[in-house]
């Protein structure tokens, strides 16, 4: 089957345009958004924005696919339109249009079972590697990552996940020489991002971490939050004093903004920051800070201005120092009788960098510590979400990583696993699961790779806020299907897809919950985008 690209796209922007619509006539007031109205309308707008990026998704494989549309690629847009199709259905706020039977023509093509087996005999002939249709520079970012996912992080990723250890140094090490650090960071403060490798070679480079473990790959994305932050609202100075230290892996870097009442609603954040002879004192208490114990430099988020009304306006972000800890509890105590204590939260699955609950009491931190100083109070809130859309992009391409990770595994239990005197995979239905399996990691990966390619553009943000969203509720959905297809092996330890399917559940959770990001981000930038026309 061929898919008339133009026409679905066009359709599908029909469909999400009519949505918008809808949404700004029940939450416009003039020519911006309410957000009362943008709560009480929270199931549509959260639809909404799926829908958008569904759409996006098809549009990326559009393009992926400008030279041949393979069966996968057919399976992929029938999935992706049946969603959409399915978020309408029954919601006033979201109503059908006109030729929704062609959409549903769409649907059909895709899932009937000639072409499911195809796309089986074709997955089974060619896999899901991308690395041939990669640029050549991309490729040998995936060779030179892949390979050392391969040969040092694999071999104690299980140890690390079961035990809840600390992430290997050589990890650290290894990824230090490779640059892994500085990807983004401009040379002349040690880092490579004028060798124009990008933000697709930041993804390519985080999915092939994230392929042998999501703790890897998210080593990448806390320097990249604290990076954006200091490129766009730093001083020379600061960015002279700490940028390359983390280029260089010297200074390994958290993030502390989440709060136990407030979390992704940072606005309402309450540690404080007090004005103190020569800096500030930071008090008050933080949660889900990644890898605060073995980390040099903390990223925090708090109160410069004590009037609560100003809510983000009142918020500025600070760069805290302090001595690595490996373990799972650290204390900091100051001569003037300052206190920083650390406590890792015991987590389900993301282990080895571990997530802190820190308690700041009465913190010194000097003035150049704030960043921007004295230009920067205030603005804490913007760099900070500056600084989420980079981690937002990284987090997509964490969640393709475990995707293919639990697809390659569960592809060869089904070629191993003899069932009623065949291999399982013979069977139509493992069959297909695969083949759905492998067209939502087509799907996400284009989506992923052309928000890359978006990356500091007008809409890059938007982009990443969708490739986020979309990846990490996929990444559910296909460790789901692959521990079921490792049927009862899949429950046990000992078989790395229960830690493919225990990781997959944080990505929806944190740079922004599912929900917040839905809401709040795509469809309130959707509906000002529509009302600045």
Known sequence: MTIDFLDLITRLDAVVSAAIDRLVAATA??????IDQLETHQEAAYHLAFMAAETEAVRALGAASAREVGSVDVVAVAELVASILDRMAGRPGLNPIDGRGRLEEVVAAGRHPDLLAAAAATLARS???????????????????????????????EAVHRHNLDVPDDVITGLARLGAFGMSIPDRYGGFADEGIGAGGMVVATRELSRRSLTAGSLLTRPEILVAALLGGGTEAQRNRWLPAVASGASMVSVAVT??????????????????????????????ATFAGRAELLTVLARTNPDRSAGHRGLSLFVVEKPPYPGHHFVVEQPGGGRLEGRAIDTIGYRGLHSFELVFENFFVPADALIG??????????????GFAAGRLQ?????????????????????????????????????????????????????LHRAADEWGSRRGAMMAAMAKALSARAAEEV????????????????Y??????????????????????AIRVIARALIEEALRG
């Open 395 to 447: 987090t997509a391409a964490r969640a393709v990583g475990v995707m293919e990770a639990a697809y390659g595994d569960a592809l060869a239990h089904a070629a191993r696993r003899s069932v009623f005197g065949r291999p399982l995979i013979e069977f139509p239905l493992a069959a297909a699961t695969l083949v759905r399996m492998a067209a939502r990691i087509r799907a996400n990966r284009a989506l």
């Open 29 to 34: 007031e003039g020519d911006t958004v309410s």
């Open 373 to 386: 100083e004295a230009d920067g109070a205030g603005r804490g809130f913007y760099l900070q979400m500056d």
């Open 496 to 517: 790395a897809v229960s830690r493919y399917f225990l990781d997959a559940r944080v990505l929806s959770i944190f740079e922004g919950t599912e929900e917040v990001l």
């Open 259 to 288: 709060e136990p009442d407030h979390g992704s609603d940072v606005a309402a954040i309450r540690t404080t920051a007090t004005p103190a002879d020569g800096g500030y004192c930071l008090h008050g208490t933080k949660m889900w």
């Open 127 to 157: 896999g899901i590697d991308d690395r041939n249709d990669l640029p050549s520079e991309l490729a040998l970012v995936a060779e030179t990552f892949g390979r050392f996912a391969d040969e040092v992080i694999a071999p104690t990723a």
């Open 479 to 494: 460790t789901r299907d692959a521990l079921q297809i490792h049927g009862g092996y899949g429950y046990a330890e000992e």
